[in-house]
């Protein structure tokens, strides 16, 4: 409809955007942000789409907050590491050594 009639494309949109709060099924909602996305042409109707999209998703997570491990006092005893490691005739084998923490 929105291919076929452009006149009726601002009106369209609008009552799609008012209406996503309404949205269940994922799928839905996957079609409903690609026509918003396909058909949206000016700043402000782009600008309207994403504070709705964001009031109703959340803010996205850019970044994910790493926490850190507090240092232990045992942290200077060697470390037990195992590797694979290609053997002189082409076979895989195991290798385990204990590396020194400096």
């Not at 009552?15 to 396909?38: A, P």
């Not at 045992?74 to 037990?80: A, C, I, Q, T, V």
Request: charged letters at 30%; proline letters at 3%; aromatic letters at 6%.
């Amino acid at each position: 409809i929105i291919e076929q009639y452009p006149d009726l494309r601002a009106t369209i949109l609008s009552k799609l955007v008012n209406s996503l709060e309404n949205v269940t099924n994922s799928g839905v909602m996957c079609v409903c942000l690609w026509i918003l996305g396909e058909y949206t042409d000016d700043a402000d109707g782009v600008k309207d789409s994403f504070d709705e999209i964001n009031r109703q998703l959340g803010e996205a997570p850019f970044t994910v907050e790493e926490t850190k491990e507090e240092t232990k006092d045992g942290d200077d005893e060697p470390k037990l590491v195992t590797k694979n490691v290609v053997l002189a005739d082409g076979t895989y084998a195991t290798q385990t050594v204990y590396s020194e923490v400096k």
